[in-house]
């Protein structure tokens, strides 16, 4: 790895974030770290309630201020720190130097306008250029997302695009003001299979082309394993597993990681009997003590009922650069049986 690769785009550390609620308070971040350097594809993946939105929209501080409370811990994002930084500093950040792409494109882009106007809208607003120069890079932006007919398209409206294609264009439009970090909310959810992997090779070799680091979140181990160069898991708002793509995917150390992993559908298609994870995820407003998956792991003992720390796995590893993590008193050593062929 360069130099260039091991400076962090966004560094968490030890994030533990609050709802206040009517009677009480809900704990969506528990203890959350986890960094993406430049250059780099980094995944989060967990299912439903876990957290991942709460963290992205935190490192960009789109949470309105008054809704939540900072419990520990610290954000940065290209070195600004998030939780105390200018509402300027951070419309700074916005747009110019980190982008995001959220799951539902309609939502993000307006219906009245055409394609090309918006494009250049958002262009111009970041690059002080001409309008023929914004409309040609719009233009070259969507031929690589390898939309053919792209100066048609952009006469077009939202709603006259596929789904597909429309989360191209967003992808097209996050990438436009040539951002250090794309932070993409499961972005391709929406989209059937097939759709979903040309767009995620679209945005993987566009984000290796220009040097962007990527943060995915998704609740889906396939896509991680197409797409991310590492991933952490996230469970109850904790960060309970991380590492390399490949290590964590060969060998899933957190009881609920192979959970996970056995609910991916393998190659595209969905397993013939897909596993769902038994049990639910806790009630954050009322978190058990101790390890947050115990009341849903097979492997649990009473020395459960203490918070297991993320620390470096420790039973020997195939990998000899093992950056494996796991929060868990019992990790596995099962070898996972997926096999995605990762995109290139
Ligand atoms: P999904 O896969 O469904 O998108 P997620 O992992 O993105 O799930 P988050 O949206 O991050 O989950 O939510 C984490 C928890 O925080 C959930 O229990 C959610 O209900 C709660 N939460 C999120 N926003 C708020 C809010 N503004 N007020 C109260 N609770 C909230
Ligand atoms: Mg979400």
Redesign the pocket.
């Known amino acids: 790895m360069t130099e260039q690769h091991n400076r962090p785009v966004l560094e968490i550390e030890g994030l533990r974030l609050a ?1 206040p ?1 009517y009677g009480g308070e ?1 704990s ?1 971040l528990n203890d959350v770290s986890l960094r993406v350097n430049a250059g780099e594809i980094v995944g989060v993946v ?10 992205a ?1 935190m490192a960009m501080r789109l ?1 309105p201020d008054d ?2 409370i900072i419990k520990s811990g610290a954000l940065r994002l290209l070195g600004t720190d998030v939780v105390n930084a200018s509402d300027k500093q951070m419309r700074t950040l916005r747009g110019a130097r980190v982008a995001m792409i959220f799951q539902e494109p309609m939502n993000a882009l307006n219906p009245t306008r055409k394609i090309g106007r918006q494009m250049c809208e958002v262009i111009r607003l970041h690059q002080k250029i001409s309008q023929k120069e914004a409309e040609k890079k719009a233009q070259n932006l969507l031929e690589e997302m390898q939309i053919g007919d792209a100066a048609q398209v952009m006469q077009r409206y939202p709603f006259e695009l596929s789904g597909g294609m429309r989360q191209r264009v967003l992808i097209a439009m996050a990438f436009s003001c040539e951002p250090e970090l794309i932070i993409a ?2 972005p391709t959810t929406a989209l059937d299979v097939t759709v979903q992997r040309q767009v995620l090779r679209l945005l993987r070799r566009k984000a290796r082309s220009s040097g962007t680091a990527v943060l995915f ?1 998704t ?1 889906d181990m396939a896509v991680v394993s197409q797409l991310c160069d590492r991933v952490y898991v ?1 469970y109850a ?1 904790n960060v309970i597993e991380s590492g390399a793509t490949e290590e964590v995917i060969a060998h899933p150390a957190h009881p609920y990681s192979i959970g996970l992993m056995q609910a991916a559908p393998e190659n595209g298609e969905p397993r013939s009997e897909l596993k769902a994870i038994a049990g639910t995820v806790p009630n ?1 407003a009322k978190l058990p003590t101790g390890c947050a998956f115990r009341g849903r792991c097979t492997h649990g003992d009473a020395q459960c009922q203490q918070s297991p720390a993320l620390s470096p796995l420790t039973v020997e590893s195939l990998y000899i650069h093992s950056q494996q993590q796991v929060a868990c008193w019992h990790p596995q050593r099962e070898a996972a049986e997926m096999t995605q062929e990762p995109l290139r």
């Open positions: 709802f609620v809900i969506a967990g299912e439903s309630g876990s957290g991942k939105s709460v963290t929209m949470l809704s939540f909310d499961e979140i609740h996230m708002g954050l």
